[in-house]
T-cell receptor, first 114, second 110 residues
């Protein structure tokens, strides 16, 4: 029972580099989300998806892109990394949106941009 | 706009009760949640309460909801060192997505 799997767990990027944070879930959930967590700031929604082929911006989408070609996968792309993107990134999924019994979270990716 | 507020830190002695408080702004929230985050891990759903309830109890956990004041609290009885974590309150916003608070770091000392 893998749930939501995120890779990598840690990454250091140089300013201007690009990378993709991977997220996959095996629960056949339609809804998937990307959050970033900064100290004392809680979780901020970056992007979300309500199903394969459908994505939409959250609260803090600038500097990020996503795609949802399958139900299982929801990768997050950083094109030109900036120090402000140093954060912990969490992927989450749910069966029917927030009105189901909350979200299932991955264990996170800690990203440092130097 | 939607906002969820929590105090950042709480320190309690092992065996005492912990009370973590949360205020929210969206009076139409139908569900309110408490999540627990242990060091280096993702968030785990701890408990939730429907907006038509005032209280929910689950073993050592008691959730109290005051809709008039838009105040939610989580009480942990007989707090243990294993309860040390960050606790997040969350409400369902008007866009059917979870809005999280800043998190309260609970430290339990012997």
């Amino acid at each position: 029972n893998a749930g939501v799997t995120q890779t990598p767990k840690f990454r250091i990027l140089k300013i201007g580099q690009s990378m993709t944070l991977q997220c996959t879930q095996d629960m056949n959930h339609n809804y998937m989300y990307w959050y970033r967590q900064d100290p004392g700031m809680g979780l901020k929604l970056i992007y979300y998806s309500v199903g394969a082929g459908i994505t939409d911006k959250g609260e803090v989408p600038n500097g990020y892109n996503v795609s949802r070609s399958t139900t299982e996968d929801f990768p997050l792309r950083l094109e030109l990394a900036a120090p402000s993107q140093t954060s912990v990134y969490f992927c989450a999924s749910s069966a029917t949106g927030a009105l189901s019994y909350g979200y299932t979270f991955g264990s996170g990716t800690r990203l440092t941009v130097v | 706009g939607e906002d969820v507020e929590q105090s950042l830190f709480l320190s309690v002695r092992e065996g005492d009760s912990s009370v973590i408080n949360c205020t929210y702004t969206d009076s139409s929230s139908t569900y309110l949640y408490w999540y627990k985050q242990e060091p280096g891990a993702g968030l785990q759903l701890l408990t939730y309460i429907f907006s038509n309830m005032d209280m929910k109890q689950d073993q050592r956990l008691t959730v109290l909801l005051n809709k008039k004041d838009k105040h939610l609290s989580l009480r942990i009885a007989d707090t243990q060192t294993g309860d040390s974590a960050i606790y997040f309150c969350a409400e369902v916003g008007n866009t059917d997505k979870l809005i999280f608070g800043t998190g309260t770091r609970l430290q339990v000392f012997p």
